[in-house]
């Protein structure tokens, strides 16, 4: 994956080191990191292959590198063309040239070029055209002159200016505009309003019931810098739904002048002194900051908010996926895989240990049908025929009676020696759907490739989850109300890092797993299957280059990922990449062994001594790895497999009370706690301050998708359909209503509940709809009553 932009950018240097900086490394490590990523080489195959150019920076230093030099190329983009914009305007200074090349930020940048960003025609435009600039210049740089007499050698009808309220009201449109377009002004009022201001939120007049979910923000107000992501998401979800309406409150009610009134009078020299144009030109500022600054300002910080809390439910969403598609494999067993369902019957399929699907069938257990016996029977006699081993339900509809199923299959059945697993389901559907199913499974039913991906999940997650875009697996919170190309570009990354960092067999891996390794697109993904489909199993991982399209960078890239079980080479099975194989060779001939007993010959290898393998091509860290991989060659880095046990009896949340202790599994962690499947079809929440007894900053700290937990229910909502659980298992499930309603909520002192009554301030000018339109988009003032 290259990053967008180019290295030739004059301001290359200045990237470089600022990155730098900002990861605390060597300026040289940044340049060799970026000329590797501009040259075509993914993450993954520089924090594995390339440590000596980077000097050890590792996958998580990359990813960041790469996102900050992603960021500021296109800030560098951005300076360029506001220069020449300016520039061909004819107003390029020294000074400000300096100022827009100072900008540290895009939100800096784009508060310099306001003042000479193209625009429609504005009040102070035709003002200005008006003759009215000496006007507001003399105003606000003498207030000892009466404005009304100021403004009446200023009249004009022919320019627009038929009395000298008009021409008051067009200075007062002059300086309003200059007052807004004050860089330094506006970057100190809106990390002013950052840190003093607060989001509030209020119901809106007859939808409590519709908008029942949202009613923890029926009547709630916070300070941006308190609000945590999954709040400020669902509050902007509230507001899209029409069930809630947002201010943004620069700061808690005062009287008189605001605090930013005073900063915006103090910059321009404004003050109520008793002269004839002070109250004027107060006035100004008063109309400046409610108007235009604070429409701004509302605007960006909202921005600002969204941004923010979409940073966070991206990245706890990618820590989910990695941890769902790094989840222990079952390996190569054969499974039958179940797809529950009532009306329509349990979806059944039998994969082999390959993942090859030999058996499918479809069992009607439940109501209306109850063929209870018959399924047994049939599920019993493929288990037998098939040498099935692993029984994996999907989690869905009427999972948890599939379930007891299962259970009466092992039990009547002891001879099969049958395992029972729960598996998430969620992007079965999306699988069964898609066009990859269809070339992979032409010939069988949509409802029964559900079944398929179900049982293949639970053999191997990463090699299935693959096959599904990220989005649909169902590890996030909010993700429909994330930026599409923000989301896509994380999770990619997550799954590029894992695939390579488990390693794929290229002779039984699919298109989709293909394609997420290092250098390989889609296009060769296909290429590479079917080459193999063609000629048989790859034998020797040079047999690569003769794939059609997959050129020298494209193998160097990809080599060291790909394994080839049983073939020519040893080493091919392994994440030795070929370019270092004369190093292996050498250690070989100083072991006076064949590379076979070499393998795994920990005695032997540890007696190797690195630095006696180190050249001009390979150092220290790559010697060094060279060792580690020839121990244990081909290892997977992902957990042993084992499951978890739901207690019999226990199927809906009816069935759940107060102090029962289960067991389950994490299905989902957010980052007010964690979502746990203990088997009832509605997943509990674990609140981040019931999942250890020591205080818990990061829930994943404690627990990641797919752990097996034992927890105790501390309450049961079921009309709201919520289940409150700990994981201190010494808690009290006796714990008073209000505090567990608050547990549910995200855990809101009580202190921030009760919103303070807002402050009565006034309302844009009647008649000017225009403005109080502005407002009302902005978030600024309540829509129903038009005050802010």
């Avoid at 998580?60 to 220069?83: D, G, K, S, W």
């Avoid at 300016?86 to 900008?103: H, N, P, S």
């Avoid at 109250?279 to 108007?291: E, G």
Wanted: hydrophobic residues 40%; neutral net charge; contains cysteine.
């Amino acid at each position: 994956m290259t990053t967008p932009g180019s290295s030739g950018s004059t301001n290359a240097g200045s990237i470089e080191s600022r990155i730098a900086e900002e990861l605390g490394v060597r300026e040289r490590q940044v340049k060799a990191a970026v000329e590797l990523l501009d040259g075509g080489s993914t993450v993954p195959f520089i924090a594995r292959y390339r440590k000596e150019a980077t000097e050890m920076l590792d996958d998580a230093q990359l990813r960041t590198l790469e996102e900050r030099l992603r960021y500021l190329r296109e800030l560098e983009e951005r300076r360029t063309a506001i220069l020449d914009s300016v520039r061909e305007q004819g107003k390029l200074t020294e000074e400000l040239e300096a100022r827009i090349r100072g900008a540290e930020t895009k939100a800096r940048l784009e508060d310099i070029y306001l003042p000479f960003k193209p625009k429609r025609r504005t009040k102070a435009q035709i003002a200005r055209e008006a003759g009215l600039e000496p006007l507001a210049e003399g105003l606000l740089g003498d207030p000892g002159v009466a404005p009304l007499a100021a403004a009446a050698a200023f009249v004009d009808a022919d320019k627009g200016v038929p009395d000298a309220q008009a021409a008051l009201d067009g200075a007062r449109a002059i300086l309003t505009e200059r007052f807004s377009e004050d860089a330094d002004l506006i970057g100190e009022l809106r990390e002013r309003m950052w840190v003093r201001g607060r989001l509030a939120a209020r119901v809106r007049e007859g939808k409590e019931e519709a908008g029942a979910k949202f009613a923890d923000y029926f009547d709630f107000a916070e300070p941006f810098t308190n609000l945590p992501s999954h709040r400020i998401l669902a509050m902007l979800r509230g507001e899209k739904e029409e069930i809630l309406d947002l201010v943004l409150e620069p700061e808690e009610a005062t009287e008189g002048p605001s605090s930013y009134e005073g900063m915006v009078a103090h910059r321009f020299g404004i003050a109520d002194r008793g002269r004839p144009g002070d109250k004027w030109l107060t006035d100004t500022v008063r109309w400046a900051w409610r108007t235009r600054i604070l429409v701004h300002l509302g605007i960006d910080l909202r921005l600002r908010l969204r941004t923010a809390a979409e940073d966070e439910a991206v990245n706890v969403f990618a820590a989910n996926l990695r941890d769902l598609l790094l989840a222990a494999p079952a390996g190569t067993r054969a499974t039958l895989g179940l797809d529950p369902g009532f009306r329509t019957g349990v979806k059944v399929a039998v994969v082999d240990a390959t993942g090859k699907v030999v058996a499918t069938d479809v069992i009607h257990p439940h109501v209306p049908a109850n063929r209870w016996d018959e399924a047994i029977a049939k599920l019993a006699r493929l288990a037998k025929e098939h040498a099935v081993e692993l029984v994996a339900i999907g989690n869905g509809t009427a999972s948890r009676e599939t379930d007891k199923l299962a259970g009466e299959l092992i039990t009547r059945h002891p001879e099969l020696k049958l395992t029972k697993v729960m598996v998430s389901e969620a992007g079965a559907s999306v699988y069964s759907a898609s066009a990859f199913a269809s070339q992979e499974l032409p010939d069988m039913d949509v409802s029964l490739r559900g079944a398929v991906s179900i049982a293949r999940r639970l053999q191997d997650p990463l090699a299935e989850l693959v096959k599904i875009d990220p989005k649909s697996i169902g590890v996030g919170q909010y993700q429909h109300d994330l930026s599409e190309v923000k989301l896509s570009r994380s999770l990619d990354a997550v799954v590029e890092d894992c695939v390579n960092g488990v390693g794929v067999d290229v002779n039984t891996a699919s298109a989709p797993l293909l394609a997420r390794v290092s250098g390989i697109t889609s296009g060769l993904a296909e290429n590479i299957v079917s080459h193999r489909d063609a000629n048989g199993p790859f034998k020797a991982r040079t047999e690569l280059k003769k794939v059609a399209r997959l050129g020298p960078k494209a193998y160097e890239q990809c080599a060291g990922f790909l394994r080839i079980r049983g073939g020519h080479d040893p080493l091919d099975s392994s994440s030795v990449h070929p370019e270092a194989y004369p190093v292996v060779r050498r250690m070989v001939k100083t072991a006076g062994q064949e590379v076979a007993s070499l393998i795994g010959n920990t005695g032997v290898l540890r007696s190797l001594r690195p630095q006696d393998y180190v050249d001009e091509t390979f150092g220290l860290p790559t010697v060094t790895d060279i060792l580690k991989e020839l121990e244990k060659p081909g290892r997977d880095p992902r957990p042993a497999f084992k499951t978890a046990t739901f207690k019999d009896g226990v199927e809906k949340i009816s069935d759940l009370s107060s102090g029962m202790v289960l067991e389950g599994v994490v299905t989902n962690v957010a980052a007010f706690g964690a979502f746990i499947d203990v088997g009832v079809h509605q997943d509990g929440l674990a609140h981040v301050s019931a999942l250890s007894k020591t205080f818990v900053k990061d829930p994943r700290d404690v627990v990641k998708p797919g752990d097996i937990v034992k927890v105790k229910v501390l309450e049961v909502d079921i009309p709201r359909k919520r289940i409150s659980l700990t994981l201190r298992l010494d808690d009290e499930a006796a714990a008073s209503g209000g505090e567990r309603r608050q547990q549910q909520r995200g855990g809101r002192p009580p202190q921030q509940r009760q919103r303070q009554q807002p402050r009565q301030q006034q309302a844009p000018a009647p008649g000017n709809s225009a403005m109080a339109d502005a407002l009302r988009k902005a978030g600024l003032v309540n829509p129903k009553n038009g005050k802010r």
